[in-house]
């Protein structure tokens, strides 16, 4: 499961994460016009996880993408995950 740190209110339409290593870039849109790029980093603030040697990952958010003023209902990279495109319902 993933967690979107209180940033989209709304409904999610669409995410896509890039497809090549370090698998670590995904992308999300909503019903609030938002496209958002995020990373995923270790957790290095939970204690807890120190102390059982387990590792834990958190996204956080790298770019906002301007653009959009209805939802973001499409979001696809291409193949080696250089570019990407999102779509949304103001054509």
């Given at each position: 499961m993933v967690k979107?740190?209180?940033e989209h209110k709304d409904s999610v339409f669409s995410i896509s994460a890039v497809p090549k290593?370090?698998?670590?870039?995904?992308?999300?849109?909503d019903c609030d016009d938002k496209a958002i790029v995020w990373r995923v980093v270790k957790d290095e603030s939970d204690e807890e996880?120190?102390?059982e040697?387990?590792?834990?990952?958190?996204?956080?958010?790298h770019k906002h993408l301007p653009g959009h003023?209805?939802?973001v209902?499409?979001?696809?990279?291409?193949?080696?995950?250089?570019?990407?495109?999102?779509?949304?319902?103001?054509?």
């Open positions: 979107f740190a209180g290593e370090p698998f670590n870039t995904f992308i999300s849109g996880q120190k102390e040697g387990s590792l834990k990952f958190k996204s956080v958010i003023t209805e939802t209902e499409f979001i696809k990279f291409n193949h080696d995950g250089r570019l990407m495109a999102t779509a949304g319902m103001n054509n």
